[in-house]
């Protein structure tokens, strides 16, 4: 009988699709040219053998001790809040972004915040060599005794590092840059990366140590590759922002320890990054005064109220399709509310061009800010300003009609913190809240109506 010889399978880089060969076009993600030769590792068995049996075996659920879980806190209160309240032992948290985004300063500060109250921590890099670290850990202004590092590609010996050390916490920097020799493929492929991260997420359960892997992002937008490290680890943190910006916004994308959706704010200093505390103070600080298409919305990201300026610019097309160019908002959702305009409020927006921006370059998508971009819109297309001091809240549906928002009140404490005199306010929403003293709310019940009081 002949053996078979070792098969190699085709990978697609982008969603780890796999095929017996070569093909230009990905037939699962549609992405062109992604496929890569690999060679799978030895077959595990799926099924369980004859004769083995289960090392931690079912018991009751009443029987499970529920410990006080501790969490750890790196002192980076933005971090530790988005992380939900502190790291938790034993948890893989992959932290992706763009190049240059400032992932690596970051984590450097982090861990640094950690070794600062005593605990090891270990930061290993794939990227940098040690003395490169060393530099930037100068320019960030730390380093404690209890930091080591360690410029490593190998995930065995990685994995020799932690479980001899037995560091509090363990940054791996970058996931794309591991290499297991036992893999044919290269660093950097789904295999090697899927890999990698199955044996961190097996060392930390067992030991407890707490792992962040830094993960590069394509220009589509997905951590390099897997989309399926996100199903491997406890949290995933994104750190986005516009690198021309200097703000940068981490966001838990998802989180088995804490709430998603909750942001922190940081800003990109010389001497690494500094925390925002006050993020609408920020977001609003070059907002011009009394100009046509410019409206504050506050908005609420996780639990905590950001207030930001929505910018809209409407104008004769040029020729040919009006263009519609919208950034840091759900392009599908202006276009909806433009039909909005146009059908409810007599806007004949449809032959203009429509350009949207939110500014500071951050985004937003909750659905409580369609009333401020419907606002936004109306107010260039009448070229009137909304008047000073007003805040725009609420969602709108596709009759026109205004509809409520959560947490109306959080938000209504925050423009009144800022220093905003008047609040456009669901009419659903004034009926349910206590009269707020010092800021005037206006309840309106649709997006005619909220025109009418804003021009
Ligand atoms: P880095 O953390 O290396 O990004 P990443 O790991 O996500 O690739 O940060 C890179 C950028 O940050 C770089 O362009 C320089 C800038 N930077 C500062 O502005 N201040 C600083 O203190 C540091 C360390 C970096
Ligand atoms: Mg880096």
Redesign the pocket.
């Known amino acids: 009988m002949v053996k078979k010889a070792a098969k190699t399978l085709f990978t697609c880089q982008a969603c780890g699709y796999r095929a017996p060969r070569w093909m230009g076009k990905c037939p699962d993600c549609g992405a062109w040219d992604s496929f890569v030769e690999e060679r799978p590792s030895a077959a595990r068995g799926t099924l369980s053998r004859p004769g083995s049996h289960a090392s931690n075996p079912p018991v009751p659920i009443e029987a499970i001790e529920i410990e006080t879980e501790t969490r750890l806190r790196t002192g980076i209160a933005e971090f530790d809040r988005v992380l939900g309240g502190g790291l938790v032992a034993g948890t893989l948290v992959l932290i992706g972004?763009?190049?240059?985004?400032?992932?690596?300063?970051?984590m450097?500060q982090a861990i640094d915040g950690l070794a600062r109250q005593n605990l090891r921590v270990l930061y290993v890099s794939g990227?940098e060599s040690t003395r490169q670290i060393r530099l930037?850990s100068r320019?960030?202004a730390c380093g404690s005794s209890n930091l080591l590092v360690a410029s490593e590609v190998e995930v065995e010996a990685i994995l020799a590092m932690i479980e001899e050390l037995r560091p509090t916490a363990v940054v791996v920097?970058?996931i794309q840059t591991l290499y297991s020799p036992e893999l044919g493929s290269a660093p950097g492929s789904v295999s090697q990366v899927r890999e990698a991260t199955v044996r961190l997420m097996l060392a930390a359960k067992r030991t407890g140590v707490s792992i962040f892997l830094?993960g590069?992002v394509t220009k589509e937008g997905a951590i390099a590759g897997p989309r399926l490290l996100e199903h491997m680890v406890d949290t995933v943190l994104y750190?986005e922002g516009d690198?021309n910006h200097i703000f940068r916004v981490l966001r838990a994308v998802k989180n088995r320890f804490g709430s998603t959706n909750e942001i922190g704010v940081f800003e990109?200093?010389?001497?690494?990054?500094e925390e925002v505390t006050n993020p609408s103070a920020v977001f609003l600080s070059e907002r011009p005064a009394a100009a046509p298409g410019s409206v504050v919305a506050a908005s609420l990201e996780g639990t905590r109220p950001i207030l930001v300026e929505l910018q809209a610019l409407t104008a004769g097309a040029s020729y040919g399709t009006p263009r519609r160019t919208i950034l840091g908002l759900d392009a599908n959702r202006v276009a909806l509310l433009a039909a909005v305009l146009e059908k409810k409020a007599g806007m004949p927006l449809m032959g203009l061009d429509l350009f949207m921006n939110v500014a500071g370059g951050v985004k937003v998508s909750e659905p409580a800010v369609d009333l401020a971009v419907a606002a936004a819109i109306a107010s260039s297309f009448l070229d009137k300003p909304v008047p000073p001091g007003t805040v725009v809240v609420g969602e709108v549906g596709l009759t026109g009609e205004v509809r409520a928002v959560g947490q109306a009140e959080v938000r209504i404490l925050e423009a009144r913190k800022m220093g905003f005199t008047r609040c456009l306010l669901p009419q659903s929403n004034l009926e349910r809240l206590p009269a707020p003293e010092g800021i005037e709310i206006l309840g309106v019940r649709s997006v005619s109506e909220a025109v009418a009081a804003l021009f």
């Open positions: 972004g763009d190049p240059g985004i400032g992932k690596s300063t970051l450097l990227e930037r320019r960030l920097d970058s830094v590069h750190f690198r990109m200093k010389d001497a690494g990054l």
